[in-house]
């Protein structure tokens, strides 16, 4: 069983900064990548930023230049956001693939959530 857990949202001033962090912990053999979503009431869930294990970066079109994605070891990932936006305001999630063996297929979990509110 793996678990993430996220921390650092909370409320800003638009222009503002928060960092958020996700540790995963648990049964892992390797890790394939990391990343952070978001979602706002009654739309879909949308890719922010990715990272993998070879520590190359994906990032929204909407985050590019603000938002920073990195590693500070195999298992916890960060993602800088700044000069933030009231639109930013969402639940972001943390997301890992991994795999838990050798010979099985990869699994995708997500974290519980952390809520980032923008106000103007």
């Known amino acids: 069983q793996v678990q993430l857990v996220e921390s650092g949202g909370g409320l800003v001033q638009a222009g503002g900064s928060l960092r958020l962090s996700c540790a995963a912990s648990?049964?892992?053999?390797?890790?394939?990548?990391m990343g952070w979503y978001r979602q706002t009431p009654g739309k879909q869930r949308e890719m922010v930023a990715t990272?993998?294990?070879?520590?190359?970066k994906n990032y929204a079109d909407f985050v590019k230049g603000r938002f920073t994605i990195s590693r500070d070891s195999a298992e916890t990932v960060y993602l800088e956001m700044s000069s933030l936006k009231v639109e930013d305001t969402a639940v972001y999630y943390c997301?890992?693939?991994?795999?838990?063996?050798?010979?099985?297929?990869?699994?995708?979990?997500w974290g519980q959530g952390t809520q980032v509110t923008v106000s103007a």
């Open positions: 990272i993998t294990s070879g520590g190359i």
């Open positions: 997301n890992c693939n991994y795999k838990p063996t050798l010979v099985r297929s990869s699994i995708d979990v």
């Open positions: 648990g049964n892992i053999f390797r890790i394939n990548a």
